[in-house]
């Protein structure tokens, strides 16, 4: 079992930036993919970014030159960096992490979500 602790939604201000926190325990093995997605009423999950293992990187377009995705390895943590928010970017923030636990099996994991709301 894997459990996934996010932190850092909040209210602010279009212009302004929020750092979100996600981190993971369990009987970990090992960690693939790291993410964030983000979920409005009414409509679907939909991707915000992604990184590997390996470091590389994917985000939404929506989002690109904005938001930095980023991980600590060291602490099974991943971070989203918002910056330049806009009233858009307004949703609940879901983390999911994909990998392997003792004694080999593989795991998808989702957070309990984190709310962002940016005011205009």
């Known amino acids: 079992q894997v459990q996934l602790v996010e932190s850092g939604g909040g209210l602010v201000q279009a212009g302004e930036s929020l750092r979100l926190s996600c981190a993971a325990s369990g009987s970990i093995l090992r960690i693939d993919v790291m993410g964030w997605y983000r979920q409005t009423p009414g409509k679907q999950r939909e991707l915000v970014a992604t990184?590997?293992?390996?470091?590389?990187?994917n985000y939404a377009d929506s989002v690109k030159g904005r938001f930095t995705i980023s991980r600590d390895n060291s602490k099974n943590t991943v971070y989203l960096q918002m910056n330049s928010l806009k009233p858009e970017d307004t949703a609940v923030y879901y983390c999911?992490?994909?990998?392997?636990?003792?004694?080999?099996?593989?795991?998808?994991?989702w957070g309990r979500g984190t709310p962002v709301t940016v005011s205009s």
């Open positions: 990184i590997t293992s390996a470091g590389n990187t």
């Open positions: 999911n992490v994909q990998g392997v636990v003792y004694p080999a099996r593989f795991f998808n994991s």
